[in-house]
């Protein structure tokens, strides 16, 4: 059975969040969501929402069919559509950890799994920056060094401020919307007086390459062993 479950962009945002908010009140070792979005959105950080031409470029955005969202998270704008699949992370690092190094290795846990189902298929995974890739970043997962999955993470306290409690996310593309996804980021930055530009052959789809119809529960799998091995749950 899949793992996936269908929400509007608006509703997976929020169920990340109530997940983190979960977590911090204790219930549960960890929170693992995996949703694919029923309609589109181009999802961007709020501080971008600052802009002064934020509200126009939201306007030509929607007119073009593809309506803005804010996100807690980093990083820049972000096409969510059926073509996408959502995979959320929350958990509390054991405290024998500490804070050193805590952001790398929650990066680390969310992009290991999916690099490990990407070796296993016969693909070429990496983690790494990629030129022209929209949202890049230093914990991008590649798929034959063109990026598949985005990341970020956001912390908070849990309930009376006694650990620190990670959401780390993963957009991974799932089938090769890549043209109409890379027009409309092109579209609000233009509107937005933003510079970046990116490109279409920067990214790959998991489908244009492994048609795998089981490939996500293998990747949910692969994600619950090695959360219930850290944190015992």
């Not at 790398?104 to 690099?115: S, V």
């Not at 990407?118 to 949202?135: P, Q, T």
């Not at 409309?184 to 789809?205: K, P």
């Amino acid at each position: 059975m899949s793992p996936v479950i269908s929400l509007t962009v608006e509703a997976g945002l929020q169920a990340e969040q109530d997940l983190l908010a979960n977590i911090c009140a204790g219930d549960g070792e960890f929170g693992l969501l995996f949703w694919q979005p029923s309609d589109r959105a181009l999802v961007m950080p709020r501080r971008l929402s600052r802009l002064p031409a934020f509200e126009y470029a939201s306007e030509v955005s929607a007119a073009n069919g593809w309506p803005v969202l804010l996100r807690e998270t980093g990083g820049e704008p972000v096409p969510q559509s059926a073509a996408t699949v959502n995979i959320a992370l929350v958990y509390a690092p054991p405290r024998s950890e500490g804070d050193h190094g805590r952001i790398e290795t929650a990066y680390r846990r969310l992009c290991d799994p999916i690099c490990e189902l990407l070796d296993e298929m016969g693909g070429v995974a990496s983690l790494g920056e990629v030129d022209g890739a929209f949202c890049d970043g230093r914990f991008n997962v590649n798929l034959d060094g063109r990026k598949m999955v985005g990341t970020a993470q956001r912390w908070r306290q849990s309930k009376g401020g006694q650990r620190p409690v990670g959401l780390v996310h993963g957009a991974l593309l799932l089938d090769d919307e890549r043209e109409s996804m890379v027009a409309a980021v092109n579209r609000f930055n233009q509107a937005c007086g933003l510079e970046q530009r990116v490109r279409a052959e920067s990214h790959i789809a998991l489908h244009e390459k492994f048609p795998a119809p089981h490939a996500l529960e293998r990747l949910e799998a692969l994600y619950r062993e090695r959360l219930i091995r850290l944190l015992g749950a």
